[in-house]
């Protein structure tokens, strides 16, 4: 390892002249030119020999074969950082499309591409660890829409750079604070996207951008002289609205140019409160206002904490400037603060008062360029990740993910399909293990099979495929549905053959379905692969029917009132349980918790309907449990017979339930398209008796079907 050097940005540029030579960048611009023109903007902002020397080494990637090496050799580990993170934000502009301009009519959905914009802009924050490539990558774009203002020509190309600025570098400067690189590139951006609108509002502006920064110049020299006269100390600054800022304000209002009150503004930052109202009035005293135009930000702050005094006054040729007036801890709030200006411009009022690693990125880079040359603020603090990282897909789109989430994440991120089918994915080109852990920055192309389904060692926690608890739950819903089909297709299989044994192979399953008790014929498939019922059943559900109208209901009350509905549950001990009455489970039924809000967990049957039919959130609720000790439990069950209504059918069923001591505590009946439906409420102490007994109803004349609900 070389020692270490000290950056140096005049032996920089004399080390590129023969690099860069007579090299051209696809915009045409000479590379040279291109890193001249950035350093100059960068001392314009801070005087950092570090942050200039990158400027001229900003293409050494595609001049020498080991530029790294070459970079820390000759400048050291910090510029060599700086060039190689610089580099990789580059490279991202090339994976990713440029934006096209807001008026083109090829944009079918704008929400969708402003949430891609803001995606990026978290992207590229998210990729630098030294955030002073920020920095960089903004000074570039801004001289390569300077180079396209002189060029004059390529009128596509300046288009294209001008929308792409606006969705992502402009709002990357205002986060900053960077105001001489935000509204010139917004201005550049406006002029090459709407040349119209550019020029009608410079034309009614009257006068030279020159000459609007001359005369506030003027505003505030005559008001600084103005307050030191009285005694007060101030900090007193100004400059005029600039284009782009006066067009979307009169979009956003729907104002026209004479309307505007803050084309030109100035700010006044003092000590204290009482010096505010004071400056205020003797601001007013000496210029004519616009009394419409006042407000109060301190005495009435705004939702998001902004404190501020607002007034309008007209100068000797009324033409209107806006005063604010603050003191410094108000500005420092405003600025850095929840209320910062890119918040409640970007996010609304709505914004979260929690800072997130992203926020401490930008409150770190802004508080380094307020600082001295020779003095850096303490860095972001440890500890603080951010929660996502920003991968691409092949065709430059940014997809936020969960840390540590792996392929099959994105894949089952971009749809469901795709994460099914996934087979292998490939990292920057390079083939990766389905359980490589993404990084931001990085392209994902997934490898899919045509046909195929999702491993279970995919839902191994200790294997690491799967993070993201979207896609876990999608791995499960396929295997249960798998399960569901393979039911489904078994019980075909069987009433196919009951029906052909019974020459009847052309009756209408859906009413098959319906005289044995099932809603649906696929509930009737499954009921069949469970050995609800069998060909006696199905037999006795053909046969001609007497239609018959008549119904009877009696109730009786159960000794045990569900005393002891609530069963220790294997797995949650101490906690709370309940049997689900919309499937009624009992020993050994197979069964599962669902976790309620607020009354503990509910013990369902697994093949419920209300479980299977769950959604992805309530899918993630559902946890592990077994029967404890359910000795002299009593467990709530619903009984349905369908058959004829004929004389004693009730009393010989009554008569079986009372042979198993199954005790009945309420039973209703209703005739339904020809067939009475009994549902028989009963309580049972073991599943066995229960068995026997519906086996012992089925086999009596004139029952079609009986099973449990």
């Known amino acids: 390892m070389s020692e270490e050097k000290t950056a140096d940005s005049l032996l920089a540029r004399q080390m590129v002249i023969p690099l860069y030579g007579d090299q051209k960048l696809f915009t045409g611009e000479s590379r040279l030119a291109h890193a001249d023109g950035m350093a100059n903007i960068v001392r314009g902002i801070r005087d ?36 190689n993170e610089l580099h990789r934000l580059i490279e991202l502009n090339g994976k990713t499309r440029l934006m096209p301009a807001e008026d083109d009519e090829k944009v079918a959905d704008k929400l969708m591409l402003k949430a891609q914009d803001a995606l990026l802009r978290k992207m590229v924050l998210a990729m630098c660890r030294d955030l002073r490539v920020v920095i960089l990558r903004l000074s570039s774009r801004l001289q390569t829409l300077r180079y396209y203002a002189m060029k004059k020509d390529d009128l596509e190309g300046a288009r294209a750079y001008g929308a792409d600025t606006l969705a992502l570098y402009a709002p990357l400067a205002n986060r900053l604070g960077i105001w001489q690189i935000k509204w010139e ?24 951008r020159e000459a609007r920064l001359a005369f506030m110049r003027d505003a505030v020299d005559k008001i600084k002289q103005m307050l030191s006269d009285k005694g007060i100390e101030a900090e007193v600054s100004g400059r005029p609205k600039h284009i782009y800022s006066i067009y979307k304000k009169m979009e956003r209002k729907h104002l026209r140019f004479d309307q505007l009150y803050d084309v030109r503004a100035l700010r006044i930052i003092v000590q204290t409160v009482e010096q505010c109202y004071e400056v205020l009035s003797i601001v007013q005293e000496n210029f004519s206002g616009v009394s419409s135009e006042y407000d109060d930000y301190i005495a ?71 600082w001295s040359s020779d003095v850096k603020p303490e860095g972001p603090k440890e500890g ?112 196919e053959k009951d029906l052909a044994r019974l020459g009847m192979t052309a009756f209408k399953l859906e009413e098959l379905a319906k005289r044995l008790g099932y809603e649906t014929v696929d509930d009737l ?41 609530q069963v220790l549950v294997v797995g949650v001990d101490s906690l709370l349980t309940q049997l689900a009455r919309c499937c009624h489970p ?93 549902r028989f409420n009963v309580e049972i102490t073991e599943a066995e008796a229960l068995k026997r007994t519906i086996c012992a109803i089925q086999d009596l004349p004139g029952v079609y079907n009986a099973r449990r609900v």
């Open 48 to 83: 950092d020999e570090e942050l200039i020397s990158a400027c001229y080494l900003f293409a050494v990637h595609d001049c020498l074969p080991n530029p790294d090496e070459w970079l820390r050799n000759n400048f050291g580990t910090g510029v060599a950082e700086l060039v």
């Open 185 to 208: 590139l917004e201005d550049l951006s406006l002029r090459f996207t709407k040349p119209d609108i550019y020029n009608e509002i410079a034309r009614q502006l009257d006068e030279s």
């Open 300 to 370: 009435n702050p705004k939702p998001n904490g902004y404190r501020s005094l607002h007034t309008v006054i007209l100068d000797t040729r009324n033409r209107p400037i806006e005063i604010q007036i603050r003191t410094r801890q108000m500005h420092e709030y405003n600025e850095l603060g929840m209320a910062a200006h890119w918040r409640y411009k970007e996010a609304g009022n709505s914004e979260k008062s929690t800072q997130s690693a992203e926020d401490q990125k930008v409150a770190w880079l802004r508080q380094l360029l307020a």
């Open 384 to 495: 603080v990740e951010d929660e996502h990282v920003y991968v691409l897909t092949p065709q430059g789109r940014v997809v936020e993910m969960q840390t540590g989430a792996t392929p099959i994440d994105f894949a089952y991120h971009l749809h469901s399909e795709l994460g099914h089918r996934c087979r292998g994915a490939r990292v920057n080109g390079n083939m990766v293990p389905l359980n490589y852990k993404l990084k931001t920055g990085e392209t994902v192309e997934i490898v899919a099979a045509k046909t195929g389904g999702p491993s279970r060692d995919w839902l191994n926690p200790e294997l690491g495929f799967v993070v993201t608890n979207r896609a876990r739950s999608k791995v499960r819903q396929w295997f249960h549905q798998q399960a569901l089909q393979e039911q489904i297709n078994t019980g075909r299989d069987i009433i």
């Open 525 to 565: 498939f499954v009921g069949a692969a469970k050995e609800e019922f069998g060909f006696k059943s199905i037999e006795k559900a053909l046969k001609p029917q007497e239609e018959e109208k008549k119904e009877g209901i009696f109730t009786s009350k159960s000794k045990a009132e569900h005393a002891k509905s």
């Open 586 to 678: 009992a020993p050994p039924d197979k069964i599962v918790g669902f976790v309620t809000r607020g009354r503990g967990v509910t013990i369902h049957r697994a093949d419920c309907p209300n479980i299977r039919h769950l959604d992805e959130k309530g899918q993630e609720r559902l946890i592990e449990v077994s029967w404890g000790n359910a000795e002299g439990a009593v467990f709530p069950v619903e009984v349905l017979v369908v058959g004829q209504n004929l004389p004693g059918l009730l009393k010989d069923m009554s008569e079986i339930f009372m042979k198993e001591k199954i005790a009945i505590v309420g039973m209703n009946s209703q005739i339904i398209r020809g067939d009475m439906h009994w």
